[in-house]
């Protein structure tokens, strides 16, 4: 089924625009990286924004490639990773399981895209769904790579500990589990997920008009 989905779209457009496209989106996803703030100690990005997008856009297979390019963009030392950081130590540092992840997120996102997408409530609403779901792999990488990046470093299990302080946690496991997933998913899901989503629709509404399709 995917191979067929792949296949379709190789026969829509020629690979060096679906490059440029994919590469679009990656420097996208780089940018919303840098849109932070903070809710008390817990720091927030719009990374998920250009995730998601990635994936609704261009489908699972240029979604996927469009976030390889963003990691090997970083990899090359651009300063596109949380927090205007780049080079290779970025996939080395407790925020990696995240960044290495992304690729599975577009991909997943882009499936569901295919399966589930009407421009209804319901296709909203699936669509909503399947990028959650596609974002599991994420959440459960970015703890367990933080979680043993805490054991061994106290400044990050302090962090961890400051940013759930509010919760009364002890037991690390569950401080990190907060820190790392649980209090960001609010805004991940319920302010970047509908944002791509909206702009998604916008965006294929737009290409419609004109006779353009993306798949």
Avoid: C
Avoid at 36 to 56: D, H
Avoid at 58 to 82: D, E, K
Avoid at 154 to 172: C, K, N, Q, V, Y
């Amino acid at each position: 089924m995917v191979y067929k989905m792949v296949t379709q779209i190789d026969e829509q457009f020629n690979t060096p625009l679906k490059l440029v496209l994919a590469s679009t989106m990656a420097v996208f996803t780089g940018l919303t990286a840098q849109l932070s703030f903070k809710i008390g100690v817990i720091p927030y990005t719009m990374q998920n924004l250009g995730v998601v997008l990635s994936g609704l856009l261009l489908g699972p297979y240029w979604g996927f490639i469009s976030q390889i390019i963003y990691l090997i963009l970083i990899a090359m030392g651009l300063n596109l990773a949380s927090g205007f950081t780049g080079g290779i130590g970025v996939f080395f540092g407790p925020t990696a399981g995240y960044l290495l992840t992304f690729p599975i997120a577009a991909f997943l996102t882009g499936y569901f895209r295919k399966l589930f997408w009407r421009n209804s409530r319901i296709g909203y609403f699936a669509v909503w769904l399947g990028s959650i779901v596609s974002f599991i792999p994420v959440y459960a990488a970015g703890f367990l790579v933080f979680y043993r990046y805490a054991s061994l470093n106290p400044s990050a299990l302090a962090f961890a500990t400051e940013t759930t302080s509010f919760l009364g946690l002890i037991d690390p496991f569950l401080v990190v589990l907060f820190a790392t997933t649980i209090i960001y998913m609010p805004q991940d899901f319920f302010i970047d997920h509908v944002l791509a989503i909206g702009a998604y629709a916008y965006i294929r509404e737009m290409l419609d008009q004109k006779g353009i399709r993306l798949d």
